[in-house]
């Protein structure tokens, strides 16, 4: 019998939590897989966090594990979302069965039974998924380092700031500070964070690829 559908996003870089792409890209999935089941999300749960991140560090993980009931579904856009450790997601993965609940795929990557097939897919996408994670803090590593030795900034350029002539140090960017004083007043006045968001949006401020802010955005600016 199924019950209620939670889902769950997790982006890996402080930068892709910025912009908001990747987990607007993992929403919009989740919600066309809900909708074509035939399901209603009831609550979505999101991370700012490394793939190699435990339980402990993913407030928002725990949130959501702690919502789910026998018959729920925690959903993913993609398997690699639950982590990119294979242990890290083991450990996921029993702590939602523990809920009699089950974690669902949107990209379908055998999550869904459990059979020795669809198990062993589980095992290949999330070696898979490891060697990714390892392939790509190894590119980023050399990346930094040659930056480093240049002279460059390493890192992006939070919300609020700019980078100033030297190409290397941050200053203050007057408007943005002022969107963020707004949300911050928002904040104390007990807005959630997606209502903030839809505030600063009616107000004529939106992020910086002019779309409405996300609420990983809105909670950076005011924590």
Request: net charge positive.
């Amino acid at each position: 019998m199924f019950g209620k559908a939670i889902g769950y996003l997790r982006v890996s870089t402080e930068e892709q939590g910025q912009s908001g792409l990747g987990l607007e890209a993992q929403q919009a999935a989740i919600d066309r897989f809900c909708e074509a089941n035939g399901w209603e999300v009831a609550d979505v749960g999101q991370d700012v966090v490394s793939g190699a991140s435990g339980l402990d560090k993913r407030p928002a993980l725990l949130e959501a594990i702690g919502q789910l009931a026998q018959g729920d579904v925690l959903v993913v856009a993609k398997r690699d979302r639950l982590g990119r450790d294979p242990i890290v997601v083991a450990m996921i993965e029993a702590a939602v069965q523990r809920k009699k609940a089950k974690v669902v795929s949107a990209a379908g990557e055998g999550t869904e039974g459990e059979d020795p097939t669809h198990v062993l897919m589980r095992r290949i996408v999330d070696a898979f998924a490891e060697y990714e994670r390892l392939v790509i803090g190894a590119r980023t590593k050399a990346a930094l380092q040659a930056k480093q030795a240049r002279g460059e900034r390493v890192g992006h350029v939070p919300y609020g700031f700019r980078l100033a002539e030297d190409g290397v140090h941050l200053e203050p960017q007057e408007q943005e500070q002022r969107v963020m004083a707004m949300a911050n007043e928002f904040r104390v006045k007990g807005l959630t964070y997606r209502a903030i968001a839809k505030r600063l949006k009616a107000r004529g401020h939106l992020n910086r690829n002019g779309k409405l802010f996300h609420p990983v955005q809105i909670m950076r600016m005011v924590s």
